[in-house]
């Protein structure tokens, strides 16, 4: 197959046409489109169950089309509404179906769905200018003034930077892409890897927050604030979405006979979740006791086809973005625009989304506490040991920074934020548009070196498991979930001599955390071919947190598995991210048997079955394992020509 005509038919389809809108508007048709009764679903919500079986229904019948006429229907589609989040869905779940376009490279949303990203004030200065079309396209634009989307007073938009990280976003979207609620069965261990990439984010926005001085992320959702005001309002700046005020309640459907009816039995379907965790046990739909674990747990919260049964424990994800996207206007009557919680793209602009994943979290954490414990001996890999694990900065990338001070190369992460320039299109109808976007964060590049010796002669494969947490003094029971995960990486060594030390160095850019470099619509149009093979993953430029300028203490955890025993298919070479992301395709089985966030996703005791209380405890008695300490430093704002600029200390 000719991947790269492939590549560049898809492609045409996703970009918007003047010549076939002005063909759309004198009101030419498609059979196929017609004889399917595809509309758009203005507001779409991908946590509506109606309307992503619709999506998903219009996509497997345009893909048993031939490839001409649904690539004809699609063209279309987006012709008719190239601003519709529904139909740029519909179109990439049909292009991700369909047999002959399932393995094409799909150019980055941010690309061809730009509203989605970017807020009004950088279309708006990117554009300069107003065409009717344009409008067509982008929605009304509101006049430019980035100092509106400031909110000086709101201490949360001290870490919009993050939040609205284009790489975040575009990962939030492609994992809910790869893994629909509905209406295909749950892939493998899907419910478990929701629960654990979300578990990651809260983590890593937690790391943030500290390093700003702020205290954890605190629950909001049922039993957890959903009775009081929402202190947190907030302003997106974007045409696709609705604002919310500070101090709003959860509204209530005012069209509904008993306006309380909704929420109300959401907090009955928490306390049945959490009664069912203490007994080990959910029921299913013919009321039978199945033994829960994090996976079946995770497909009941999100409700898809693998939930234990729906009308006892509901859609409790599902159902609070929705209710919280909608406290404007819960039951339509004024036809405003759903808040950024309605949509993947969206949704981890909002400071609330946080909040409402750290509810859900605490039911996966009562799970996780109701656990068998790991022991040390679940730990150990008998006949290897790690002598040394450092991080050090990369010299030839090191010195391409003018950077105003030496920096410690050794155990030291370094951080900076410059502007970043995105190019997108379906803004402009005659040409695509340069976006600057400020406050991208990005660090220098790293590598680890791991010293480790083999003390016996036989083969073994090591698969390498590398977390961070912020330092603390708290015991390790209640820091556990703070660690993150920056790399996993499998290392091979021949059969040999007695004691052999091996040299291995990973350099952060191979992280199977974080997304491969994405081909963008100008590498497909050049006839650029990807090696990558998935568009989800966490962005590398946030891969490390962003610390502080005086340098944030951090503990760099490393830990030797035996790959042989724990690997589903030890012997395939694995690519991509699959730590946050498993495998491509729909078949694919996650690759790692051990329970994700593993060791940190359960309570560690020792051989007394009393709890390890420090990391450092945790080495003592593992071999196999290595603490480092390390710094987080912010360099300041990046400038290309200058250097970077000075910081007020966090």
């Known amino acids: 197959m000719d991947f790269k005509q492939l590549n560049k038919e898809v492609l045409d389809i996703l970009l918007f046409d003047p010549k076939a809108y002005s063909s759309w508007k004198g009101g030419m048709s498609n059979i196929t489109v017609d004889s399917l009764g595809i509309k758009d679903v203005s507001p779409f919500c991908v946590f509506d ?18 490839k001409e006429t649904m690539l004809k229907a699609l063209k279309f589609l987006r012709t008719g509404h190239p601003k519709s989040p529904y139909i740029d869905y519909l179109m990439r779940v049909t292009l991700m179906r369909h047999p002959e376009t399932k393995d094409a490279t799909l150019p980055p949303s941010r690309q061809t769905l730009p509203i989605a990203y970017f807020t009004q004030d950088e279309i708006c200065e990117a554009t300069k200018s107003s065409h009717d079309v344009g409008s067509f396209l982008t929605g009304p634009l509101k006049t430019c003034d980035a100092q509106q989307s400031r909110g000086r007073a709101d201490k949360e ?79 997106p700046k974007m045409t696709m979405c609705s604002f919310r005020s500070s101090d709003m309640y959860v509204a209530l459907p005012d069209a509904h006979p008993d306006p309380r009816a909704v929420h109300v039995e959401m907090e009955r379907q928490k306390e049945r979740l959490r009664d069912g965790i203490a007994r080990r046990s959910l029921y299913n739909d013919d009321e039978v006791k199945i033994p829960i674990d994090m996976d079946k747990l995770g497909n009941t919260i999100l409700a898809n086809k693998g939930a234990l049964n729906r009308n006892l424990y509901g859609e409790i994800n599902n159902k609070g973005h929705q209710v919280i996207a909608n406290m404007n ?49 679940d730990l150990e890999f008998p ?77 073994a494969m090591v698969m390498f498991r590398v977390f961070l947490a912020p330092d603390s003094d708290e015991p390790l029971e209640n820091w556990r979930n703070m660690f993150i995960e920056l790399d996993r990486f499998i290392f091979t060594i021949d059969a040999g001599k007695e004691n052999e030390v091996h040299d291995i160095k990973q350099r952060d850019s191979q992280s199977h955390v974080v997304r491969q470099p994405q081909l963008s619509v100008e590498d497909i149009e050049r006839g650029k071919e990807s090696s990558s093979g998935t568009s989800c993953g966490w962005p590398l430029n946030l891969l490390i947190p962003r610390g502080t300028k005086h340098g944030m203490k951090g503990t760099l955890y490393v830990m030797a598995d035996d790959w042989t025993k ?70 300041g704002e990046w400038n290309k020509q200058q250097g970077p600029a000075s910081e007020k200390k966090k």
């Open 566 to 635: 724990y690997g589903v298919n030890p012997q395939e070479a694995i690519q991509g991210p699959y730590a946050y992301c498993g495998l491509r395709g729909e078949k694919s089985m996650y690759p790692d048997m051990r329970p994700m966030g593993f060791p940190f996703d359960r309570q560690i005791v020792d051989n007394n079955d009393d709890p390890i209380d420090t990391i450092a405890d945790l080495v003592k008695r593992v071999p196999n394992s290595f603490k480092t300490n390390v710094r987080l430093n912010y360099l």
């Open 49 to 66: 169950e109606k309307h992503t079986r619709m999506a998903h229904d219009a996509a497997m019948q345009l893909s048993r089309k031939p």
């Open 157 to 235: 938009r001290e870490l919009a930077w993050w939040r609205e990280d284009i790489g975040l976003l575009e990962h939030n979207f492609n994992w809910h892409l790869a893994y629909p609620y509905a209406p295909s069965p749950p892939r493998d261990r899907q419910g478990e890897l929701f629960a654990y990439m979300h578990q990651q984010m809260l983590a890593r926005y937690d790391f943030e927050r500290l390093a700003m001085g702020w205290d954890r992320v605190m629950p909001y959702g049922p039993g957890f604030g959903w009775d009081r005001p929402l202190p947190e309002g907030f302003n």
């Open 329 to 377: 206007d819960p039951s339509g009557k004024y036809q405003i625009q759903p808040g950024p919680m309605n949509w993947d793209h969206t949704a981890p602009r909002d400071p609330v989304f946080y909040r409402w994943h750290k509810f859900l979290d605490l039911l996966f954490d009562e799970n996780r506490y109701n656990m068998k414990p790991h022991e040390i001996k």
């Open 383 to 459: 006949g290897i040991e790690i002598e040394s694990f450092e991080v050090e900065l990369e010299p030839e990338e090191y010195h391409k920074k003018k950077v105003d001070k030496p920096l410690d190369k050794k155990n030291n992460f370094y951080t900076y934020s410059e502007t970043k320039d995105y190019t997108v299109y379906n803004v402009d109808p005659d040409k695509n548009v340069n976006i600057k976007k400020k406050n991208y964060m990005n660090h220098i590049p790293f590598s680890y070196k791991i010293s480790l010796k083999k003390t016996n002669k036989s083969y």
